[in-house]
């Protein structure tokens, strides 16, 4: 396959929702053409909507070499898949319904060129299962962005267990030219990477709490101003390194037998999934919260992705000084 | 206990390695005199050294309300317990030996005021065992640091079984003083929070990689751009209320079982231990070092230390929005 130019490669986005309007963002930057389809009427108009949106903060915090209009007339919003035909990576973003997704997939395989690569974002389907629902699924495998795709670096690349290496390949080599730090998983691993370790987390976090040993609050604040102060720098294994292993061997012996190993979901996630709490979503959460305090969160959280993007940008994988 | 002012409690700190050199910057930048003691030989000149060093940084990053030399004024170097007399407050960061501890305690406690507090910045020792070694243990706790202590808003504090919880409190206000985001821990939480909750991570992340589904470079990238482009705003609980909260009860639910239960040391990082691989501080750990790249960590970490600190201070708890 054809390697190269984000400028001579077209790439479809199925699915307008938040994070398949932010992967249209992210690829606009990138000097891709977009054609998005958007299967959800409400996402028609949605949709380009918050593409405008995104644009316009690009923008402002100096991210943009043009005028959001020059990188707008580089996409195309459609409901019909046939303008996929000429596109030779597309990405699907919808709901994390196998029925949906193998709809979608279908729809796809229908105007796409047999070798064009199909990614999904999916978080939930094992990559493995839903490349049985793509025809010559050794072109299909998952790219799962962070929010906002177009302020993160991260980008987690799965292979499923048909997919050819060389695909995996194709595309991390184009993630580098999104402005991306990517992984590559030749394994189809259940959580991918990041999720995985989260879930180890919460099951010792949700421990804690029940067992009154600790509070919400003090857990967050111990992660925003402990783990905070060094993860976007160095990552784990890094930081072991820098704190010197001599007491880890030690320190492991004595911690691992003390951690849980329940395989029980928390009872008090089963209380708020049980009472429709959706967290800032709906202002009922793990916190209350206000309708304006919920307004506040989104508010901090698209400056803070701002401010730590251009922060970790000083520091790149290599060189390890700081560049500005 | 009197409350009050920094400017009239003087604090006693009792060990001059890295990390109480860090402390003793902390305390003399919150107002405090401080009654330094340096137990080992060299530190009598390194722990100055250090101290003017921090200080200079701190300078040179805009930290300072007046000169170095007048926060120098409020120290006193020593290795004269008797010293200690004055102070309501005294922090042991001596070497993580039990016998080494309980000979500094007995030796604080010799000139100390029988209701003065005594805080260890233990990360090994639980509380409750150090307690039995301190006259008065009802007056001893854990006082947790990050490093660098002056550039860190983390601070862990936790009682031991016979702790008088009045003594944590009054500590936990002094440290709002300091410029802490403090947590109470009123039981004694052995690896207290963050520490416990990353030896979760570390059980699931030497799993991952045993099993060859994972490189040690794509897991910290992983963090460092995932975890870390929300970790310092939000927190583990806020971050599920801002994703919603509706899948998390059916993704642990699959994810839980799937995970590690192993209680035996990763061959890993027995490996390291076994070979004295010290990380960045002799150029061998789980990364390749030159000497040079050891270096280049350093002062990367320092750099981003006061870039990530000034960044965290735009997003205080509460209020929620953005200060600056």
Not at 230 to 238: D, E, H, K, V, Y
Request: glycine content about 6%; some cysteine.
């Amino acid at each position: 396959m054809k390697k190269g130019n984000p400028h001579e490669i077209s790439v479809g986005v199925v699915g307008l929702g938040l994070m398949g309007s932010s992967i249209v963002v992210a690829l606009l930057l990138a000097g891709h053409r977009v054609v998005a389809i958007a299967p959800l009427p409400e996402d028609k108009n949605l949709g380009p909507k918050r593409i405008n949106e995104y644009l316009a903060q690009c923008a402002q915090s100096g991210m943009l070499a043009a005028a959001p209009a020059k990188y707008l007339a580089q996409l195309t919003v459609t409901d019909d898949y046939a303008q996929l035909a000429d596109c030779r990576l597309v990405l699907e973003c919808v709901i994390e319904k196998l029925d949906v997704k193998k709809s979608v997939f279908s729809k796809i395989a229908t105007y796409l060129a047999t070798d064009a690569i199909i990614g999904s974002n999916t978080s939930a389907i094992p990559i493995s299962t839903l490349q049985q629902y793509v025809p010559q699924p050794e072109r299909f495998l998952g790219i799962h962005w962070a929010e906002p795709a177009y302020l993160t670096r991260f980008l987690e690349i799965t292979c499923g267990q048909q997919t050819t290496p060389a695909n995996a390949e194709w595309v991390l080599e184009l993630a580098h030219h999104w402005g991306k730090e990517p992984t590559l998983l030749r394994k189809d691993v259940r959580g991918f990477i990041t999720n995985r370790l989260m879930y180890a987390v919460y099951r010792e976090i949700f421990h804690l709490i029940e067992n009154q040993k600790a509070t919400l609050e003090d857990v967050d604040k111990a992660f925003r101003y402990d783990a905070g102060s060094w993860m976007t720098l160095m990552g784990i294994f890094r930081r072991m390194d820098y704190l010197g292993l001599a007491d880890y061997a030690e320190m492991l012996k004595t911690a691992f037998p003390q951690l849980s190993t329940t395989d029980q979901v928390p009872a008090l996630m089963q209380r708020m999934v049980d009472t429709h709490a959706r967290g800032v979503q709906n202002a009922r959460g793990l916190y209350p919260y206000t309708e304006e305090e919920a307004r506040q969160w989104e508010e901090a959280f698209a400056l803070f992705n701002q401010d730590i993007y251009h922060l970790s940008s000083k520091y790149p994988v290599r060189p390890l000084g700081r560049n500005a």
